[in-house]
């Protein structure tokens, strides 16, 4: 360790800024690099400009960064994912541009590598993982009849330490740089004697604080769902979107340790000299391999199984019909998650290990298909004879059908050890990933983005844009990644900045035209969210069920109130709310009203968030004393926090009967809608039930 040789500012000076790259050697990759960084402080000063000139700082502090309410902090969970995906989709952009551009392409292959780098690490670590937390965070609860999950500021905080780890990785695009080593961040390459910049430390520090968050997120969720369900809700009452968000969640518990692990050992290796995983004083980097990817596998489960738990929903609901073969489900996404554990090996089938060993680990990747096999079988059953509306969540669901049996079949084929040899290096492994988690995983978030967004605020998206947003996202996908398959097969390796095999070029156009479809995708979905909230009179639905909703979130006001329910529910059949429709005791009033406790606001989460996030930024760059100051910072807020004395608020029952009188008198002056009239502003909500 070198840290004597650094002033105050550790490593800090002028020249860690972006722009000084530009002004010493101006060029087209600078220019890029220094505009991306100018975009973030724009974003920024504009947010904070904005927010200052609508004087919203109280009702932000009030309502949302203080809360312990697991609806919001849901809500700002998928909000930070949008923001991250933006980032995470431009830097895709500009990949497929320079390959595209290639052999003149405009990057240096530096450069290259940070992109592929973050881009990897944000949308495994900062798109997917937050988007389906915020999604479970506020539907799970709802679906289980819980007033709010186990451990409301422990939630809170797996919140700030996401947040912080995601705004570090923002700061790294003007400070700095990145890690060239990939999402992966192997060693030796990511070493001090490889790489004694800063990058591999922002990737280090960003997934040991992020990884720590979603690991104490796997542990409340599961509590959650063991310990807090209503009255009656037995395990296979559950909704099948709560049996996948606890598997997801035994998956946090169990995979995030070793990544964490592997980066704090990784971190020993830069900041310390410990030579864990190096060739000499005893090292192995195939140690860091085997954690890494420990972790690496499950991860795919862990994202994709709640975007199973969303199509499950999406395809009931908007087939009118209950799901088919329920138990099946239960047990093929339980039998998915215990396999995920016993494949990591195949991502060394080309490293020399002995064909027995491939062999069992080839078999053992092929099983995972059986399973998820039984999940397409019994998605397509629940559509059979059902009365299909094609809505935007509906689109989504049907494209991933389609997509992911397609990603699947690629995966089967890589599981074979002598064809991965072939290709595990080349562009065709890089498709065949996107095309288990895009329409694996975004597209479930997005379907379940538009399928939740009324309960969340009371009005719905427009679904015009929403479907041409899922088509844009189907053919984007399909013209961007469908070609890698056929330039990986001709040999074009991945990670490669440039080529001199113009063979490669038509495909690399093609790719570089899908992303700009992908781009307009995303950019609908900014317009769809404007155009929704501009015209949010004429399409609330306060009553709560606009789609003919048949789990308990759906027999609730939208938005839902901050304690859920006026009284818990008692379930005595799965598809509880349909039940009750179909019995005739839906939208009853409790028998007896009686005052609701609930956690109050706690600064405790915006603190830990901005001084982990000053914490992470001094260990990046040496400033030894920040760092101190910081880690004493979130001690004390953490004990000073355990000494509050009044961390409950009370609804008083007069309260609670006024609104829940106020909305069953809503109820009553409603006129039911048939699906017919989803879409219009007849639509408030009071969905007629359907069978």
């Known amino acids: 360790m070198n840290s004597v040789d650094h002033g105050w500012l550790g490593k800090l000076n002028w020249d860690s800024i972006v722009f000084s790259s530009f002004l010493h050697n101006p060029s087209v990759s600078e220019a890029v690099a220094s505009a991306a960084g100018s975009i973030v402080i724009f974003a920024t000063l504009a947010t ?48 497929r541009a320079q390959q595209a551009a290639a052999p003149d392409g405009f990057l240096y292959a530096d450069h290259f590598a940070q992109l592929f780098s973050t881009h990897g690490t944000i949308m495994v670590f900062f798109v997917a993982v937050p988007f389906l937390v915020g999604i479970i965070n506020y539907v799970m609860p709802l679906q289980i009849g819980a007033r709010d999950v186990a451990f409301p500021v422990l939630n809170q905080l797996s919140l700030a330490v996401t947040v912080s780890s995601g705004l570090l990785m923002m700061v790294s695009l003007v400070v700095g740089e990145f890690s060239t080593g990939g999402w992966s961040a192997y060693p030796p390459y990511t070493g001090a004697d490889f790489s004694p910049g800063v990058g591999p430390d922002y990737w280090i520090w960003a997934i040991v604080f992020s990884g ?165 079988y019994d998605w397509m059953a629940t559509m059979y004879r059902g009365r299909i509306r094609f809505t935007a969540p509906m689109i989504y669901a049907i494209g991933f059908l389609i997509l992911f049996v397609i990603g699947g079949l690629t995966g089967v084929i890589l599981a074979n050890p002598t064809v991965d040899f072939q290709v595990h290096n080349t562009l065709f492994l890089v498709a065949h990933f996107h095309n288990v988690l895009i329409p694996g995983v975004l597209f479930g978030l997005l379907a379940g983005y538009n399928y939740w967004f009324p309960k969340a605020f009371g009005f719905r998206l427009n679904d015009k844009l929403g479907r041409l947003s899922a088509f844009l996202w189907i053919a984007g996908f399909m013209m961007t990644f469908f070609p890698l398959y056929g330039a990986g097969l001709l040999g074009m390796p991945r990670r490669s900045f440039s080529y001199m095999d113009l063979t490669f070029k038509p495909f690399m156009v093609v790719a570089f035209i899908g992303a700009m479809v992908i781009l307009a995708a995303l950019i609908t979905i900014v317009v769809q969210l404007i155009v929704s909230v501009r015209n949010r009179n004429q399409n609330r639905v306060p009553v709560g069920d606009p789609w003919d909703g048949r789990s308990l979130e759906w027999s609730i006001p939208a938005p839902a109130p901050s304690y859920n329910f006026a009284q818990l529910p008692r379930v005595t059949e799965r598809d509880a709310f349909t039940e009750a429709k ?45 760092a101190l100051v910081s880690a004493l910072v979130i001690l004390s807020a953490v004990i000073a926090s355990s000494f509050r004395w009044e961390s409950e608020r009370v609804i008083l029952a007069s309260e609670l009967q006024s609104d829940t009188e106020r909305w069953l008198g809503l109820v009553k002056r409603s006129q039911a809608v048939d699906r017919d009239l989803e879409n219009t502003p007849q639509n408030t909500g009071y969905a007629k039930l359907e069978h």
């Not at 009030?62 to 809500?75: R, V």
């Not at 598997?247 to 592997?262: E, Q, T």
């Not at 005052?595 to 001084?611: R, S, Y």
Request: with cysteine; charged share 10%; hydrophobic share 50%.
């Open 212 to 376: 720590a968050g979603t690991t104490l997120t796997g542990i409340n969720f599961t509590v959650t769902i063991l310990k807090c369900r209503c009255p009656g809700m037995r395990p296979f009452r559950m909704p099948m979107f709560c049996w996948t968000a606890l598997c997801s969640s035994i998956l946090m518990i169990f995979a995030l340790p070793p990544l964490s692990v592997a980066a704090l050992m990784l971190g020993l290796d830069r900041y310390l000299d410990f030579h864990f995983f190096t060739n000499d004083l005893g090292g192995n980097m195939m140690n860091y391999a085997n954690l890494f990817w420990l972790f690496g596998h499950p991860e795919v489960y862990l994202l994709v199984l709640p975007a199973y738990g969303v199509f499950s929903e999406v395809f009931s609901t908007f087939s009118a019909k209950r799901l088919y073969g329920y138990k099946s489900l239960v047990f093929a996404t339980a039998s998915i998650a215990v396999l995920s554990f016993t494949v990591w090996l195949h991502h060394f089938f080309t490293m020399g290990q002995s064909p027995t060993i491939n062999i069992v680990f080839g078999i053992a990747t092929m099983l995972i298909a059986v399973p998820t096999g039984v999940k397409v």
């Open 48 to 95: 904070l400009g904005l927010m200052t000139w609508y004087r919203v700082w109280g009702t932000l502090w009030s309502e949302w960064l203080t809360s312990t309410d697991h609806k919001k902090i849901g809500i700002m969970y998928i909000v930070f994912a949008l923001v991250m995906l933006a980032r995470g989709l431009l830097e895709g952009m500009v990949m």
């Open 582 to 626: 179909e019995q005739g005791y839906a939208y009853q009033p409790p028998k007896v009203y009686r005052d609701i406790e609930l956690p109050k606001n706690n600064p405790l989460g915006f603190i830990l968030c901005v001084a982990s996030g000053v914490l992470m930024f001094a260990l990046v760059w040496y400033i030894w004393w920040l």
